[in-house]
């Protein structure tokens, strides 16, 4: 970053000090990952300095013919790589494309459905102090109290009362396969769009340790970070079926998109984009995908060894919610006793919590950044000795925190 700390070597030092803050801890919330220099070098690129208003062959400005092929290859690869009809690349990040989701099927004051945000699912899908709930009548579907699963039995019966004109299926903290099946038999039963919200789980689903809503649903949107390991930005996908139940559903998200709800996209991202895409498709990637799954499995089992109460009873997927009640310690605490030993987790809160949400009983936490290193298995049951250790006892954070210095010299960042 030579350039960058002769012209502000403020800036340059934060990058850096980040830098070695990464390289010297364990990042384990479960949104998070490390990219590939591939990713990054996109993202950084000259393709930062040109506004692409429109779509590829229909543009509002010149000088663009290299951004029409880029976008081009980036929607071909969404669509080969998640067996998609239709690809739009353009959403900035994963908020806006759900609200684009619902421009395209909705009109406001509709009825939607939603995993309400304390059982696991997500604010754009129905949340009360969302705009979802704001220009939608927002039903909420839950999980079962004992169990902290989807009562799909529930959902049916909601559908069917409430008779909503889209159901939105995803979660933030949710560590369960979803039946995509089921739900897509429900949205059909009341002739409501399906969209599943995969943000978590999208790099999962390419790498084939996640079984692929795509058959099932009418509409997927996605982060493409995350599993995914690309830069900040979004997908919105239609597949067969959604095109079946309405043949201008791809136009109405286009439409929706832009100029709908953005200008110009972010041509730089949608070049990262394009290059996480590709990487995906790698051999590799599908060992990475299964990987981040055994190794949650494997930290789970042993937080459960060591007494943790995680909620579900464990995880099929990348992540892991911890009821922390029985440890006699709140959710803040947890995080910021651990952040100091060097394990960067977050506080959350979990199904029927009795705690407030800037105060809750819980924690996430996921595999993975921890896999992208090339952490296996052996190592999941190191850091869970780690994470048992500071909850135990607290004195022990720098001793730990040393501990994971040396530990991590081991598994640098990607290069």
């Keep these: 970053m030579a350039k960058l700390k002769n012209k502000d070597s403020q800036i340059a030092k934060l990058i850096d000090l980040e830098l070695e803050r ?9 949104s998070e990952n490390h990219s590939s220099p591939a990713v990054r070098e996109a993202l950084g690129s000259i393709l930062t300095d040109k506004y692409a208003e429109g779509y590829p062959g229909k543009r509002y400005y010149a000088g663009l013919k290299y951004y029409d092929i880029l976008e081009d290859i980036c929607r071909e690869r969404a669509k080969k790589l998640f067996k998609v009809v239709h690809a739009n690349v353009q959403p900035y990040s994963g908020s806006p494309a759900n609200a684009a989701v619902y421009m395209s099927v909705c009109e406001p004051g509709d ?20 705009f979802s709930a704001k220009f939608f009548k927002a039903v909420q579907y839950g999980v079962d109290e004992k169990t902290s699963l989807i009562n799909y039995d529930e959902v049916e019966k909601l559908a069917k009362e409430n008779n909503p004109k889209l159901i939105f299926v995803g979660a933030t903290a949710y560590p369960r396969i979803f ?10 039963s009341v002739n409501a769009y399906l969209c599943a919200d995969v943000a978590h789980i999208a790099g999962l689903v390419a790498g084939g340790a996640h079984p692929s809503p795509v058959p099932h649903v009418h509409l997927v949107s996605t982060t493409t970070h995350k599993t995914l390991r690309g830069p900040r930005g979004a997908l919105i996908m239609v597949t067969e079926k959604g095109v079946k139940k309405d043949p201008e559903l791809p136009k109405k998200v286009d439409k929706s998109v832009f100029p709908g709800l953005q200008g110009g996209p972010h041509e730089n991202a949608i070049a990262g984009i394009a290059v996480c895409l590709k990487e995906a498709t790698a051999p590799a990637f599908k060992k990475y995908a299964n990987q981040v799954v055994k190794n949650a499995k494997a930290l789970a089992e ?11 009873g464990g995880t099929d997927n990348h992540l892991i919610l911890v009821d922390l009640r029985n440890k006699n310690i709140g959710g803040p605490e947890a995080q910021d006793l651990l952040e100091n030993a060097g394990i960067t987790i977050n506080k959350n809160s979990i199904p029927y919590d009795p705690a407030p949400p800037f105060k809750p009983s819980g924690i996430r936490m996921g595999t993975p950044a921890l896999t992208s290193r090339g952490m296996k298995e052996t190592e999941m049951k190191k850091i869970a000795g780690w994470i048992n250790e500071v909850i135990s006892n607290p004195k022990s954070v720098k001793k730990v925190r040393e501990e994971i210095k040396k530990f991590c010299k081991k598994f640098p960042l990607p290069k």
């Design 111 to 130: 009825t939607i459905m939603g995993l309400a945000l304390p059982m696991g699912g997500h604010l754009t899908h129905g949340w009360k102090v969302n």
């Design 22 to 30: 990464q390289k010297t801890s364990l990042e384990m919330i479960p």
């Design 179 to 188: 039946d995509w099946k089921r739900l897509g038999e429900i949205a059909d």
């Design 302 to 312: 042993e937080l459960k060894r060591y007494g943790f109460n995680l909620v579900s």
